[in-house]
């Protein structure tokens, strides 16, 4: 099948209504003055299929009578009704103006009008005043069109992920190749059409084969036509086949949805012009807000700055923004180019990134199908590349294999709170089918495959040994709770016997029901969610005694030394994307939060932190990255800040409220409410508080000042932040000696939950 053939199919009609059209006209009488067919939708354009039908308008100049017209266009049309299916409407100028004005389908149509047989004056009048109307009202029209496309895509789904896709009104599918050309024709936006030109090609082939394998006018391709249309195309099979329209499907959508995008932009200022230079806003290192999409700075040296790609992907998933084509490309050329290839292992800097990214939810998916569509995404993990678009022939998946993953991590985003590392949830979510595509058993060759992956991306030892077990056993929670005896020690025992500890097993909870929910109501159900909950309820008590706590900092000798000396120390050492600060100061009431007010205010961000009470004296550790264009940071300069804090703490809050109001200007996405815990029995002589939040500036400035106004001592803490995920774990005593007690641990936590939802 090919362009040519529809092309031919299209002349061949042509000449067949030339004659009828010639016939007709020596019959009545008359010549071709003022008189012509016309081709319009797919006709016009010469894309006929085997069963398409012939759209076409008898354009006149109201020179018959009614009766004369009526026998006129019966002498054309009578011919063809045993043959061909037509669909047809006979006007004059005025009325196909009118017509196009109150229907969009109309006015859709005649952006294709050409001249089949007849007066070429009258349809090249039709065609000049169908594309005026067209720009002209485009501001209105557009946004119409837009409104029936989404109609149009929630009655016929995605194309992409459908198992029985309609090749023609599925979204991505052979309409939408229209819309976007019409919005080519409306001059609202520059539509880079030649980027789906493939994708046009293979629909058009895959439906034009369809209706021949068939023998019917049909653009559904159901299970049963599958293998004959992927054999007279030159496929293996059918999963081969519905990969590569899965995959023209969605290049099309890609391109759709950053028009749109682009003309939502566009509409404030009027489609199609700015009237001023849009405004520009730095939001990360070499990354700008532009026009309410991520920009790459064009000056920026790729090769110096690796990590720029996965810095703008998670920026932009966590502001809920697209990154701009250009960009896209600029990035992609770089990449192709061997500039700004990430090392292996990757620093931890990047792992970081690509956890934003993954943890960002539903605004996470666009941003990762427009990696995998510019193809950024096969430089930082080639193994994605042999996922694309892999078919599921499996009733119980509504989703490719890629795009299944992807789903998976959108659920684990919403489950973050729930499990003390989010990083590995995520990243195992992701990655949980890494290995589908062959006849091993995926669970087993996904534990092979992810190992290696795991450790390019910077994961440590002990992590990847999680990882593995997380990726091999997905499936056991759902698969025991659901044909195993849950009052039957042996069940419990099974369970234990591969999953070594609570963390473990909370990581696989949420993973299985992430899983479950991505899957659809198919695979998973409340009953099975009720079964694996109870499951995991009992595998919990049998390991009781785990920890999952953070262990508490330890002081060195040194450290000891410099704390009894009561003297406030700051020693800061460069690293290779921020600092180490060591602060060594006689303990105070509030200084965690004194001391984290004055990190956020110099415009550093926390990626972790330790800090221990001694006696008189508090030994702190903190691991921070520069914000972008942040000043120079000094040992001298930080020391000079916390005593000038000490003194008086209320220009601190100044400053974090004047940077809090700052960042609200910038959007984000919708995120968990924060979950505060309380462990009573988990330390001894202490109250353990720990606080799973997103990320935000001054965050643990807030947490430290609720404790402090609720007279409680911290005796240490373990701050860290895991993607744009926030962990802090907090062991608190009262001034006095001993763990809180009764009412001050739900005071605490109540003052502390209260500060975080301010």
Do not use: C
Not at 52 to 57: E, T
Not at 335 to 343: D, F, S, V, W
Not at 595 to 617: E, W
Request: charged content about 25%; aromatic content about 6%.
């Amino acid at each position: 099948m090919s362009t040519r053939e529809r092309r031919e199919r299209s002349n061949e009609s042509d000449r067949f209504l030339l004659s009828l059209f010639n016939a007709a006209l020596e019959k009545a009488g008359k010549n071709t003055k003022g008189l012509a067919i016309a081709a319009v939708g797919g006709y016009g354009r010469g894309e006929l299929s085997p069963g398409s039908d012939l759209d076409i308008v008898i354009l006149h100049q109201g020179q018959f009578s009614h009766n004369d017209l009526g026998e006129f266009v019966n002498n054309l049309l009578y011919p063809l009704w045993d043959s061909k299916s037509v669909d047809h409407s006979v006007r004059t100028r005025t009325e196909t103006r009118d017509a196009a004005e109150n229907d969009l389908k109309v006015a859709l149509g005649l952006l294709d009008i050409r001249l089949v047989a007849g007066d070429a004056d009258l349809v090249a009048s039709v065609q000049s005043d169908s594309l005026d109307a067209w720009r002209k009202h485009a501001r209105n029209r557009l946004p119409e069109l837009k409104k029936s496309l989404e109609q149009r895509h929630e009655r016929a789904g995605e194309l992409a992920y459908l198992l029985e896709p309609d090749v023609k009104e599925a979204r991505g599918g052979l309409r939408d190749i229209n819309a976007l050309r019409a919005i080519s024709l409306s001059g609202a936006t520059k539509v880079p059409l030649e980027r789906i030109s493939w994708a046009e090609s293979k629909l058009n082939d895959v439906r034009e084969t369809l209706h021949q394998t068939s023998g019917r006018n049909k653009d559904r391709l159901l299970f049963q036509e599958q293998d004959a249309v992927a054999r007279e195309l030159g496929y293996v099979d059918a999963d081969a086949l519905m990969s590569d329209v899965a995959q023209a499907a969605r290049s099309v959508d890609y391109l759709l949805q950053f028009i749109w995008h682009q003309l939502e932009q566009r509409v404030k200022d009027g489609f199609g012009r700015f009237l001023r230079k849009p405004r520009t806003d730095i939001v990360a290192k070499n990354l700008n807000v532009s026009q309410k999409e991520i920009t790459i700075n064009q000056l920026t040296d790729m090769q110096s700055d690796p990590m720029l790609g996965l810095r703008a992907a998670a920026t932009a998933a966590q502001l809920g923004l697209p990154i701009a084509l250009e960009s896209y490309s600029l990035l992609s050329a770089s990449l192709n180019e061997g500039q700004g290839l990430l090392p292996n292992p990757w620093p931890r800097e990047a792992r970081e990134h690509l956890i934003s990214l993954i943890g960002a939810g539903e605004s996470m998916v666009s941003i990762f199908e427009a990696l995998d569509q510019e193809e950024i995404i096969f430089h930082w993990i080639p193994e994605w590349r042999a996922l694309r678009s892999l078919p599921q022939r499996n009733a119980l998946h509504r989703h490719t294999v890629d795009r299944h993953m992807v789903e998976t991590a959108v659920y684990a985003a919403s489950l973050t709170r729930k499990v003390h590392r989010p990083d590995l949830l995520l990243f195992a979510a992701l990655f949980h089918d890494i290995g589908k595509g062959d006849v091993e058993d995926h669970s087993i060759r996904g534990e092979r495959l992810i190992g290696p992956l795991a450790q390019r991306i910077g994961f440590p030892p002990e992590d990847i040994e999680v990882i593995k077990i997380l990726v091999k056993h997905h499936l056991l929670l759902s698969a025991t709770a659901t044909r195993r005896d849950l009052d039957d020690p042996a069940t419990i025992q099974s369970i234990l016997a591969v999953i070594p500890d609570l963390t473990t097993l909370e990581l696989l909870h949420a993973l299985s029901i992430a899983d479950g929910e991505a899957t659809g109501s198919a695979g998973w159900s409340d009953w099975k969610a009720t079964l694996v909950s109870d499951l995991v309820k009992r595998v919990k008590r049998a390991m009781s005694g785990s920890n999952v706590f953070a262990a508490q900092p330890e002081i060195t000798p040194e450290q000891l030394k410099v704390a009894e000396s009561g003297v406030l120390q700051v020693n800061l050492e460069q690293r290779e994307n921020g600092y180490s600060i060591e602060i060594i100061s006689p303990d105070k009431p509030g200084l965690l939060s004194l001391v984290a007010g004055v990190i956020n205010t110099s415009r550093l961000d926390v990626r972790s932190a330790r800090t221990k009470t001694h006696g008189s004296s508090a030994v702190m550790k903190w691991i921070v990255t520069p914000e972008p264009h942040a000043p120079a940071v000094t040992a001298q300069n930080l020391r000079n800040e916390i005593e000038k804090a000490f003194n008086d703490a209320s220009h601190i809050e100044d400053r974090l409220i004047a940077r809090a109001q700052a960042y609200a200007s910038i959007p984000s996405i919708p995120v968990p409410d924060p979950i505060v815990e309380v462990f009573n029995d988990g330390a001894t002589d202490a109250t353990i508080i720990e606080v799973r939040s997103h990320d935000r500036p001054g965050l643990l400035f807030r947490i430290g000042a609720a404790i402090t106004q609720s007279k409680v001592d911290i005796r240490s803490a373990i701050v860290t932040t895991l993607g744009a995920e926030a962990i802090d774990t907090l062991y608190l005593r009262e001034f006095g000696g001993g763990a809180l007690a009764g009412q001050r641990v739900e005071e605490v936590a109540n003052k502390v939950k209260a500060a975080l939802l301010k």
